[in-house]
């Protein structure tokens, strides 16, 4: 258990619908990073969040966006689905900071949501 | 752009034997991490081992270790005594220090022969 959770673990629904996968980060955990794992794409990473605020955006549509909460809770919401965007989303946290040679890096990954658009 | 590359998409290897997964990569940058994560049929993401680039110095968890050669940009991970439990999909990660996003290679998917 990476002691970062997911929810829900399975989400189906039609095209066109808006779901929110939520992630609460292992306690102490300031950041937070979203990935999208596709048959097609692989792994790729959608957005970073540090103690609330928006650090990085990578191949994340204009249909998704995320924030994360003061209590680093975070959401990702999926507006408009396709049914390409069925896959499977992770939620990984690290504490985030650096210290030394950065030791306190590494990412810790959740169980994961898997969504299916039908 | 950073890149990471898994030229073997299927390995196998006997139980309690050694098998070699390939890596390489590709950076401009001098100061990154490198890791490989392990997921099993459940899907969990499991971290096995990571390596600075900094350290010339291989690094080793229990039966895993990684060949890092930082010039051929190659990091390849190394499983002996092979088990059973081994069998998953091994991703091969980079991530520029200090933090930051975890890019990822297509994978390698282990089955274990018993």
């Known amino acids: 258990d990476s002691g970062v959770t997911q929810t829900p673990k399975h989400l189906i629904t039609a095209t066109g619908q808006r779901v929110t996968l939520r992630c609460s980060p292992r306690s102490g955990d300031l950041s937070v990073y979203w990935y999208q794992q596709s048959l097609d794409q692989g792994l790729q990473f959608l957005i970073h969040?540090?103690?609330?605020?928006?650090?990085a955006k990578g191949n994340i549509l204009e249909r998704f966006s995320a924030q994360q909460f003061p209590d680093l809770h975070s959401e990702l919401n999926l507006s408009s689905l396709e049914l390409g965007d069925s896959a499977l989303y992770f939620c990984?946290?690290?504490?985030?900071?650096?210290?030394?040679?950065?030791?306190?890096?590494?990412?810790?990954f959740g169980p994961g949501t898997r969504l299916t658009v039908l | 752009a950073q890149t990471v590359t898994q030229s073997q998409p299927e390995m196998s290897v006997q139980e309690a034997e050694t098998v070699t997964l390939s890596c390489t990569y590709d950076?401009?940058?001098?100061?990154?991490?490198l890791f490989w994560y392990k997921q099993p049929p459940s899907r969990q993401m499991i971290l096995v081992i990571r390596?600075?680039?900094?350290?010339?110095q291989n690094a080793t968890e229990n039966r895993f270790s990684v060949n890092f050669q930082k010039a051929a940009k190659s990091f390849s991970l190394k499983i002996s005594d092979s088990q059973l439990g081994d069998a998953a999909m091994y991703f091969c990660?980079?991530?520029?220090?200090?933090?930051?996003?975890?890019?990822f290679g297509q994978g390698t998917e282990l089955s274990v022969k018993p």
């Open positions: 990984a946290s690290s504490v985030g900071r650096t210290s030394g040679r950065h030791l306190y890096n590494e990412q810790f």
């Open positions: 969040y540090y103690n609330g605020e928006e650090r």
């Open positions: 390596q600075e680039a900094y350290k010339q």
């Open positions: 990660a980079y991530r520029s220090a200090p933090g930051g996003k975890l890019i």
């Open positions: 950076t401009s940058e001098s100061d990154y991490y």
